[in-house]
Structure formats: structure tokens, C-alpha cells
């Protein structure tokens, strides 16, 4: 990267800003699209990677959000591809999300933590393209702004989106009924 | 339609704390730093070294092909300094008409360009025996063949040359079969869906 020593300065900053603002949802982004700890950390390296890369070349035609899903979902794309025969190695992924609880009681913070770990499991079990789709609404950007980042149309957004959502939630009730039967 | 981004999947989403690695936001950039300045090196470097190299390959074998005593000698390592050029061109075209994919573009259109760079890339590894190994090979097994020593010691060197090529063309093709299985595999991670 060729910066002038005037500019870099500001460039660190605007980087940092970004990656500070959106790093939750990044590592949430790479756990779920890798079957490792040590593999989620080396995604997670290359999209802060790709991001220092390409923010030279961003000149704000989209938000930063939109840029940086884009950036981060291609990347992990690009991974995934690449490091798919390596995953049979170290400990698996599943489960290590800490789910901090909600509730002001035990019970409806066990509740609440049952839920996201459901929710992250099946979510993971997603094929690519839905889980891509699925992550980008989970992380709450708009019908526009996930049209913005996958380059779909609106329609085909709203209808796969809408029959993906509706699977969660039917397996996330019927999660709940069996935990409260058992 | 659009849909009711605080419903309750993406609260329970967004409060999930995923772990972290130990390191702090700016010691990442510090390593994120270095490694693109590393990178940048060393891709400048290693395009150096093999233009540098086919050069120096270029005008070794024109100089010995002026001061041999053989016609078919000098007729092979002609052949091997043309050959030589003929790699630094055609790696430069080919450097220059690359379209690397940007991830910052939709992705819809970096699925697109990451597919036609896979097919690119497969299709310069899979053909590299022809652009690549085939004119030095022929050039260094013409040469030992008309060199003036034993006729022997001629044919070994031509066999030696000769199986050097295979194997860089071997190499190449399997290099071409492990970039084709990862394009089977981005292809069956597009398609896949429930």
C-alpha cells in the first residue's frame, strides 16, 4: 500500500474506526462459515486483510456497511473454497460463541442461551448462498442493502429470504417445544 | 416486502459474542499492515526474478547459439532464446489483460469473476506444456543432439532434457487438476441451497 505520509494517518484511523465498529459481527460472520477456531481467526485475518487492501480503492459509492458485507462475504467465499478438504483438524467451531443471557432469571437465560445456540447451529447447517443471505438479515441490514451486497435482485431477495427466515424460526419453535417436553 | 430487521432471530443473532483472538483492533491493523506491504514485495519481487531470469536464459543461449560449431546445436539453442522471449511476452499479455476479481464488488459479480479466473488459471496451467515447457525442451534436446561430443553422450543429455520437461509438464497438470477440483468445489457451494 503506497500512501502519502500525510494521508496515512487518516487512512489507519478510517481502518481502525471500520474494523472497530463492525468486529462482533465479523468474527460472527467467520465462525459461521468455518468448522475451526484456528480457521475462523485466519478468515478473519484475510477479509481485515482484503478490507486494508481495498480501502485505497473505496471512494464511497455505496455505504460503508454495503462495501465492507461485500468484502467480507466474498472473502469467505474465496476460503471456504479453498480450505474446504483441510477442516478435518483441530476443535471444532460448534458451540464456542458465547451467548451471553438476556433474561433477569436463570430460566429465562438458560431459554435465551439455548436459543442462540440453536440459532448458530442451524445457521451454520445452511447451504452457502442461503447462509450468506441469512447472515447479512441476521446482522440487520436492510432488503436494499443485502440486494447492495450479493447483487441479487430485490424480488428474488425478499422471496428467499422470507422462505429461509420462516424455516428458522419453525426449527427454533420446535426446538424450544422439545427442551420444554424434556 | 420488506422485513422487521429487530425481530426476535436477529436479537438473539446479534447477542451472540463470538471469541476473540486476544489481539486488540489496532494490533490487528499493525499485523494486517505488515503483511500487505510483505505481500506486495513479494509478488513485485518474484515477477522480477522470472523476467530477470528468462532474460538472462534469452541472452546466455542467443550468445551460444553465434559460437557453436554445429548447425543443429545452434539451431537448438536459437530455439531455446526465442523460447525464452516467447515467456517473457506471453506472461506479460497475460499479466496485462488479468482481471483479478475485487471482493468489494457485488457478489454476484465476484462469483462470476472468481469462476472465469479459475478457468483462466487452469486453462495457462493446463496448456503450459505448449507455451511453457515445449520450445526450451525442444531447443535443449535439438542442441544435445547436434553437439559435437559422443553421439552417446548426446543422446543421454537429449533424454535428460527431455524427461526434465515432462516433469515440468506433469507438474503444471496437476497444478491445473488441483485448481479444477477447487472450481468444482466453488461451483458446488453456489448451487447448493435447501
Known amino acids: ?130 447462509r450468506r443471505l441469512v447472515l447479512l438479515y441476521l446482522e440487520g441490514l436492510s432488503t436494499a442493502e443485502i440486494e447492495a451486497v450479493t447483487g441479487l435482485t430485490r424480488s428474488n431477495v425478499t422471496v428467499r429470504l422470507s422462505r429461509i427466515r420462516q424455516r428458522l424460526s419453525d426449527r427454533l419453535q420446535t426446538a424450544k417445544a422439545r427442551t420444554v417436553r424434556s | 416486502m420488506s422485513f422487521e430487521q429487530n425481530d426476535e432471530l436477529c436479537r438473539h443473532w446479534q447477542g451472540l459474542d463470538p471469541p476473540r483472538s486476544g489481539k486488540e483492533v489496532h494490533e490487528i491493523m499493525e499485523l494486517v499492515e505488515t503483511r500487505a506491504r510483505r505481500f506486495e514485495r513479494t509478488i513485485f519481487w518474484r515477477n522480477v526474478r522470472e523476467y530477470v531470469a528468462a532474460a538472462i536464459v534469452a541472452v546466455v543461449f542467443a550468445l551460444l547459439a553465434s559460437n557453436v560449431k554445429t548447425p543443429l546445436e545452434r539451431v537448438g539453442y536459437a530455439t531455446v532464446s526465442a523460447g525464452a522471449l516467447w515467456v517473457i511476452l506471453f506472461a506479460w499479455l497475460m499479466q496485462r489483460s488479468r482481471q483479478a476479481p475485487l471482493p468489494e464488488s457485488p457478489g454476484e459479480a465476484y462469483k462470476k469473476a472468481l469462476l472465469a479466473k479459475y478457468d483462466r488459471q487452469i486453462l495457462l496451467t493446463r496448456t503450459a506444456w505448449a507455451w511453457y515447457v515445449l520450445p526450451t525442451t525442444t531447443g535443449l534436446v535439438v542442441a544435445s543432439l547436434g553437439h559435437d561430443y559422443a553421439p552417446a553422450f548426446g543422446f543421454v543429455m537429449a533424454g535428460f532434457m527431455l524427461a526434465v520437461g515432462v516433469a515440468i509438464a506433469i507438474l503444471n497438470w496437476n497444478a491445473a487438476k488441483t485448481l479444477a477440483a477447487e472450481k468444482r468445489e466453488l461451483q458446488r457451494l453456489l448451487v447448493g441451497t435447501e
Open chain 1, 1 to 130: 500500500m503506497r500512501l502519502k505520509v500525510d494521508a496515512e494517518g487518516t487512512y489507519r484511523e478510517r481502518y481502525l474506526a471500520l474494523l472497530e465498529e463492525h468486529t462482533a459481527a465479523l468474527r460472527r460472520l467467520c465462525h459461521s462459515y468455518c468448522e475451526t477456531r484456528a480457521e475462523a481467526e485466519d478468515l478473519f485475518q484475510e477479509i481485515a486483510l482484503a478490507l486494508w487492501t481495498a480501502l485505497a480503492r473505496f471512494r464511497g459509492e455505496s455505504s460503508d456497511r454495503t462495501w465492507l458485507y461485500r468484502i467480507a462475504h466474498n472473502v469467505a467465499l474465496t476460503f471456504v473454497t479453498k480450505r474446504r478438504k483441510q477442516v478435518e483438524r483441530e476443535q471444532p467451531v460448534d458451540n464456542e460463541m458465547n451467548v451471553p443471557g438476556a433474561g433477569s432469571d436463570m430460566e429465562s437465560q438458560l431459554a435465551e442461551a439455548q436459543k442462540q445456540q440453536m440459532l448458530q447451529l442451524l445457521v451454520r447447517k445452511l447451504p452457502f448462498e442461503d
